[in-house]
């Protein structure tokens, strides 16, 4: 069975920052691409970020361009989301996602499979 599991959400003043991380197990982690998805309340789904299956090309929203580093631990089968600078709309529920593409990886149907969300909430 194949499980993504977030953590790392909470409750951060503005300008904080927070790490999340996404446990991959069920999953042959290295052939997956990985990106970080948001939804915020009474709004679309959004890409935050993505990464290569060998962490060499990563991709960014420019909402969160230079906020936010994407990295993954092959090792460890976890992708994580270095998120600094935070603001009050950043506040949303992140999901991890695997995606079996090297491309179109800011679209949420490239992705095969997705985690349960974790909560950030930014508040100012």
């Known amino acids: 069975q194949v499980r993504l599991v977030e953590s790392g959400g909470g409750l951060v003043q503005a300008g904080g920052s927070l790490r999340l991380s996404c446990a991959t197990s069920g999953l042959t982690f290295r052939p997956y691409a990985m990106g970080w998805f948001r939804q915020a309340p009474g709004k679309e789904r959004e890409f935050v970020a993505a990464?290569?299956?060998?962490?060499?090309?990563?991709l960014y929203a420019d909402s969160v361009k230079g906020r936010v580093t994407v990295s993954r631990d092959n090792a460890k089968n976890t992708v994580y989301l270095q998120m600094n600078s935070l603001k009050p709309e950043d506040t949303a529920v992140y999901y991890c996602?695997?995606?079996?593409?090297?491309?179109?990886?800011?679209?949420?149907?490239?992705?095969?499979?997705w985690g349960q969300g974790t909560q950030v909430t930014v508040s100012s």
């Open positions: 996602a695997a995606a079996n593409s090297g491309s179109a990886l800011t679209l949420a149907s490239v992705y095969d499979q």
């Open positions: 990464i290569s299956w060998s962490g060499g090309n990563t």
